[in-house]
């Protein structure tokens, strides 16, 4: 029985003076340590979905579970210093240095001087950030939007949470520094191992960063899977249309050697070009790519079989198939 | 002018004084007053509105008619003056407040609600110094306006320079008159300049621009140029 760290119950949410309600019959359960990016449009309810985490909106109707407790008792305040929670716009405070603005909940905590100025330099340097005098210094506005985005994510950090939150956190940069946040986050989700909900409206982000992605539409979720269940179980034509525009081999980084474990065929063993079972399937046409016509895959040391080049075709081909014949999805 | 002026100027010097005194001790309970009833007027919306019109209406009153409504209610004096400036400085404080509220922009308000601070700290730490620069103008019209009406005050025997510029205009005392229109417009003037000041400074410590990062620019983010 794995470690639920936060749990949806038949949520239902809207805003004050609406109609009908913003999110509709809401359950899931996400374990300790996923990635979980939730992808929805304009209206989807997605940010209301991230704000009913950290009680800055109540919901009008079901229960939600934190670390097992019901986040409605107890002071909201309480609750928010153990999330972190990045922003669009990093929302910076703009009177307040680098320091001071990553230092504000140790402060309010009262931490000892020591201990903030430790964590502070700790950090900048994971967030890859300068840890000189010069640069903590700084205000808000001498620092560039991805700068000022680290700087919100290192304060969002700051007390070391449970869970990070975080609300389309990278839709204001630059194409370039967009990807180069992502890979860092993902690079820190796999160093630090913590719980992070992703709300984007980028679909290929979403994909890519999400060990689970939760797709909203409407106020319903759609599918709430593995990126390479939504290839292969689709929910829907809009869950299919997801993928639409991504390469074979794109499509294929998604899977493991072991998914395709049926299209392995006897050969002769060759440590030399080998593959895991565990590995993803991008390995197989890496090795390929550089000449090796067959490609043998190991489990432990016992060999399973090998792929040649019409097998990787094949596999392209069954994942297209099995995406357009099949509907469901598991939430 | 000059034989008036300084066989008199210890009584020039004591209207401004009192005329200080009378500023200082309406401004000190405006702003309290505007505070507290911001705070509590926070909670009753409807009320707040109420009250908000209630002193449009009084500030569209001339101040002499204003003065004129209170003196059979509250006597003549000091008081009276006091309480009337209040009401019209009221009116301008609430509106001041309320326009350093709605200036937090709402990215930084949900940031300081969302990263846990609770409404005493995001207020102390976060909000107040946001909104410095709008309060302390406010403050400044209050106080550049508080100045002037002061001068209506010399009419309901509250004294201060009100006192010295209407016996002029009465006697057709040249000297007199040019004393009381000079010090008043002047000490305006120097109380302006003086929160314009304060105001600039404000601007840019909320900008985070106060350091040694200072860009020496010509026209570098000042209200007003004088």
């Known amino acids: 029985m794995q470690d639920i760290i936060l749990e949806f119950q038949n949520v239902e949410a809207g805003y004050p003076g609406l109609n009908r309600q913003i999110l509709r019959n809401i359950s899931f359960r996400i374990v300790k340590g996923e990635f979980i990016t939730i992808l929805g449009n304009s ?47 990093a929302g910076l405070f ?24 430790g964590r502070v330099d700790e950090l900048l340097s994971m967030m890859k950030l300068p840890t000189a005098i010069e640069f903590k210094n700084r205000h808000p506005w001498q620092l560039s939007g991805g ?26 940069l630059d194409a370039v520094t967009r990807k180069e946040l992502q890979q860092e986050i993902k690079q820190l989700h796999l160093t630090f191992g913590k719980t992070i909900l992703f709300v984007t409206h980028d679909r290929q982000e979403a994909i890519d960063l999400g060990d689970r992605v939760m797709v909203l539409n409407d106020g319903e979720i759609c599918q709430f899977d593995e990126p390479r269940r939504l290839i292969l179980h689709p929910a829907g034509d809009a869950i299919r249309e997801l993928f639409h525009a991504d390469t074979a081999l794109k499509k294929l980084s998604y899977f493991k050697v072991s998914d395709f474990a049926d299209l392995l065929r006897e050969g002769q063993e060759d440590k030399g070009s080998s593959v895991e079972w565990e590995m993803p399937m991008e390995t197989v046409l890496d090795c390929m790519l550089q000449g090796q016509k067959t490609v043998s895959v190991y489990r432990e040391g016992k060999y399973m079989g090998s792929f040649q080049h019409g097998d990787l075709i094949q596999a392209v081909d069954g994942i297209e198939n099995q995406g357009r014949s099949q509907a469901g999805g598991r939430v | 002018m000059i034989s008036y002026t300084l066989k008199n100027y210890d009584k020039l010097l004591g209207a401004l004084a009192e005329h200080l005194e009378l500023v200082g001790i309406t401004l000190l309970i405006s702003v309290l007053l505007a505070g507290v009833v911001y705070m509590v007027l926070g909670h009753f919306p409807l009320l707040q509105k109420a009250m908000l019109l209630l002193l449009l209406v009084a500030y569209c009153i001339p101040s002499i008619a204003l003065f004129a409504f209170l003196v059979p209610v509250l006597g003549l004096g000091k008081g009276t003056a006091v309480v009337g400036m209040t009401i019209y400085n009221l009116f301008l404080l609430l509106r001041s407040i309320q326009a350093a509220e709605n200036a937090v922009p709402a990215n930084i308000y949900e940031a300081a609600r969302g990263i846990g601070l ?51 205009m009465r006697t057709y005392h040249m000297p007199k008159l040019i004393w009381g229109i000079l010090m008043v417009s002047g000490l305006a003037m120097l109380l302006n300049f003086l929160f314009i000041r304060l105001e600039n400074w404000a601007v840019r410590y909320a900008q985070g621009k106060s350091g040694v990062w200072r860009k020496k620019t010509k026209t570098d983010d000042k209200i007003l140029s004088l």
Request: proline share 5%.
């Open chain 1, 147 to 172: 700068q000022q985005q680290r700087v919100g994510i290192a304060r969002a950090l700051s007390t070391d949470p449970d869970i990070l939150l975080m609300d389309e956190p990278f839709g204001a």
């Open chain 1, 94 to 117: 703009p009177h307040m240095t680098v320091a001071e603005n990553i230092a504000v909940l140790p402060k309010v905590l009262k931490w000892d001087k020591k201990a903030i100025n």
């Open chain 1, 43 to 89: 209206g989807s309810g997605k940010t209301t979905l991230l704000k009913l985490v950290n009680r800055l909106i109540s919901p009008d109707g079901g229960r939600i579970l934190f670390k097992g407790k019901e986040i409605a008792q107890g002071k909201p305040e309480q609750l928010r210093k153990n999330m972190g929670y990045v922003i669009q716009q």
């Open chain 2, 118 to 168: 609770n409404g005493i700290q995001s207020m102390r730490l976060v909000y107040l110094p946001v909104m410095l620069p709008y309060l302390i103008s406010g403050i400044r019209i209050v106080t550049v306006s508080t100045t002037g009406i002061a001068t209506m005050a010399g009419l309901i025997h509250a004294g201060g320079l009100g006192n010295i510029l209407f016996e002029g």
